[in-house]
């Protein structure tokens, strides 16, 4: 019997008997040798795509920062980076009043105290005034401040301007806020336990 020269599989010569087994033992040495190669080949796989992953961090991390630098850099440029001429920003247009289309006020003169009409340009000493006067979005009134018009039954009033004459209405004279039952109420009281 001979064997190969890499793997050692049984090569029986021609007048060897046949013998299954050699058969056998050249199959399990076949699927060890390509398990092992397969098992190989994965191990191998799986570091190079590491490593590209890897590499690919890498690039991309200093690719963003190089572009968020380039970014901040021309962003913080207050000196007008693109060259931009005032013929280019009023449209081609010989004034120099930016119209409202093109997001100016269409006014040249400054105002330095605006109102909520305002239509003139606004220095920032003229924003903070006009935000100085701006009524806060929540505020509120006492009882005393209602001196005119009719305070909704919504709103805690009785829907009428004047009180009414009617014995088939109602009269409230006062509301009373206690914190317990009270055992008689007044006619005309409203009382509210809280």
Do not use: W
């Amino acid at each position: 019997m001979k064997y190969t020269n890499n793997y050692r599989f049984k090569k029986p010569d021609a007048d060897d008997a046949y013998d299954i087994q050699n058969e056998n033992d050249n199959m399990d040495l076949i699927d060890e040798t390509l398990k092992n190669t397969v098992d190989n080949v994965d191990i191998e796989l799986n570091a190079a795509l590491n490593e590209l992953r890897t590499a690919i961090a890498n690039a991309t991390a200093i690719l963003e920062s190089a572009v968020d630098s380039k970014i901040g850099t021309h962003t913080a440029n207050k000196n007008n980076p693109h060259a931009v001429t005032l013929a280019q920003v009023l449209g081609g247009g010989g004034s120099s009043v930016i119209p409202v289309a093109n997001g100016g006020t269409g006014n040249s003169s400054v105002d330095t105290t605006p109102t909520q009409n305002s239509t003139k340009m606004v220095t920032s000493g003229g924003v903070y005034t006009a935000l100085q006067n701006l009524t806060p979005a929540s505020h509120k009134h006492n009882a005393s401040d209602i001196t005119s018009g009719t305070l909704g039954v919504a709103r805690g009033g009785t829907g009428r301007s004047s009180k009414t004459t009617s014995s088939s209405e109602y009269e409230f004279r006062a509301i009373k806020v206690q914190s317990t039952i009270p055992t008689s109420v007044d006619t005309g009281c409203i009382v509210l336990v809280v």
